[in-house]
């Protein structure tokens, strides 16, 4: 069975809530952050990158949230356009936006209000992340269109990791102000996989209290 490394209440969310979608079973082995687990040489042992989430899967570890979501949609062979199609270019496109654009504006805000320790944190830079994802979101609003989902009117994997980084933008405070995204947002993080994989997240949160 896939082995999910992990801790509820992270990224790692995204990959309960694919597995969920892909029916794909997976075992979900806590890797306590408050402990410090992640720096333990056992876990450096799965991902030199020391975060969350990781899976193996046999014979192959992979960590990054993004690629564990295409390896799994490839691997089930839904909710992932072709390999070598034009829609898996725009997917691509969406997936390396949203991390690489959008999401860290919100990282960084987080990093310089309470992730950093805090002689490293520069409070202009919460500002600075404020701004750089407002500027973010205006595009990805123009990329989505009248779009159901980021791909057009199917689901796909990508709308995990773009939904999960609007709900952390909600969490966070950020406004979004324009129509079509909330409409996206609210009808992806609606799905009733992601209320399962949250309510599994809370059962192991609760276990570990
Ligand atoms: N780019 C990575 C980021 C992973 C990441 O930063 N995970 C956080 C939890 S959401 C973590 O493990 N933090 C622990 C640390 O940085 O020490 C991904 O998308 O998977």
């Known amino acids: 069975m896939l082995q999910l ?20 079973d997976y075992e979900y082995n806590i890797v306590n952050l408050y402990k410090l687990e992640h720096k333990s040489p056992e876990y450096k042992a799965i991902t030199p990158t020391q975060k969350v989430p990781a899976i193996v899967d046999g014979e192959v570890n992979i960590a990054e949230s993004g690629a564990i979501l295409t390896y799994l949609a490839d691997k089930a062979g839904k909710l992932i356009p072709k390999v070598n199609s034009p829609l898996r270019a725009k997917y691509e496109e969406f997936m390396f936006f949203v991390l690489t654009e959008l999401e860290q504006p919100l990282w960084t805000q987080a990093k310089h209000k309470f992730a950093l320790p805090e002689d490293k944190r520069i409070p202009q830079a919460i500002e600075l992340g404020e701004w750089e994802f407002q500027k973010a ?46 409409e996206y947002a609210s009808r992806v993080l609606t799905r009733p996989a992601l209320k399962q994989a949250r309510a599994h997240e809370k059962e192991l949160k609760d276990q570990i209290k």
């Open 5 to 24: 490394y992990s801790f509820p209440q992270t990224r790692g969310v995204r990959v309960t809530w694919a597995c969920i979608e892909l029916d794909i």
């Open 137 to 182: 979101l205006k595009v990805f609003g123009t990329m989505l269109g009248d779009n159901q989902y980021v791909l057009g009117d199917e689901f796909s994997v990508a709308d995990i990791v773009a939904g999960h980084t609007l709900s952390w933008a909600q969490g966070f405070e950020q406004k979004i102000e324009l129509d079509n995204v909330k």
